[in-house]
């Protein structure tokens, strides 16, 4: 029987074989990174909505109403977005509008409301502090009449009391305050004195200027004898023709 026979060297052949191929295999593919994920930047923070912080305080649901139908709201939010003045408000409470006399509001026209809400801006900021030093009156966006849109104001210490004229009050709270916006709550509607006192009536128009007809060209109208001058002429007339007479016969 005939015996296979393996040549020697073959077994350590055979093993390098196997270990050069697998040095040649492809490596496994890296993990991909997860990249970290990026914080958010913040968005861009506009000025202080003046609806917003009536609203977080609960009380102010009939002054919110008056700024949104006569569109001051809108108003005042460009305003603090354009202007660095800033803006004060003296936000009525609900019971401050329960307090009228009935039927007030509704009695005003819709022209009225509009300057009632901007009678309660101020065109500028003024802090709790700045009221010591406030030049009277304090201009409201009203405008106007100074006597009759008068707002003036009186602090001792932390006391700021107000008078239109109609209504006398003070602060009784601040809701809100930065270096842009202040918000004071108030316990009474502030009534200008225009509402209640008649304006006085325009002054009546300027007469026209007259216009002056043109001048007739004057009339020459020959003078007229007296009796007299006439008795006189008719004498040196008969005279001379007495004396061609006389003349005339020697």
């Keep these: 029987m005939t015996q296979l026979l393996i040549p ?13 191929a697998a040095a040649q295999s492809p490596a496994a593919a890296p993990a991909l990174s997860v990249p970290a994920t990026v914080a958010a930047s913040p968005a861009p923070t506009g000025p202080p909505s003046v609806i917003s912080i009536l609203k977080k305080d609960g009380r102010f ?23 660095s003045n800033g803006l004060t408000v003296f936000a009525p409470t609900d019971s401050a ?3 009228l006399k009935t039927g007030t509001l509704n009695s005003f026209t819709d022209e009225q409301k509009t300057e009632l809400v901007q009678f309660h801006v101020l065109t500028s900021h003024i802090s709790p502090l700045q009221f010591q030093t406030a030049s009277n009156p304090l201009r409201t966006q009203a405008g106007g009449s100074t006597e009759l849109l008068a ?24 809701i809100f305050d930065d270096n842009q916006l202040a ?19 325009p002054p009546p128009p300027s007469p026209s200027p007259k216009k002056l007809s043109p001048k007739a060209s004057p009339v020459y109208v020959a003078p007229v004898d007296s009796a007299a001058e006439k008795c006189l002429s008719i004498a040196i007339y008969a005279t001379a023709c007495f004396m061609l007479v006389m003349a005339a016969f020697p």
């Design 8 to 20: 020697f060297p073959f077994p350590f052949v055979f093993l390098f074989c196997c270990t050069l």
């Design 61 to 83: 649901g009939l002054f919110i109403k008056l700024l949104q139908t006569t569109k001051v709201a809108d108003n005042l939010e460009s305003q603090l977005l354009d202007s």
């Design 97 to 99: 509008f329960s307090n």
């Design 151 to 174: 707002m003036n104001v009186t602090a001792f210490g932390s006391v700021v009391n107000i008078t239109t004229g109609e209504t006398n009050t003070s602060v009784s709270n601040t």
């Design 183 to 201: 918000v004071y709550q108030v316990d009474k509607v502030l009534l200008p004195m225009r509402f209640y006192v008649p304006l006085p009536p």
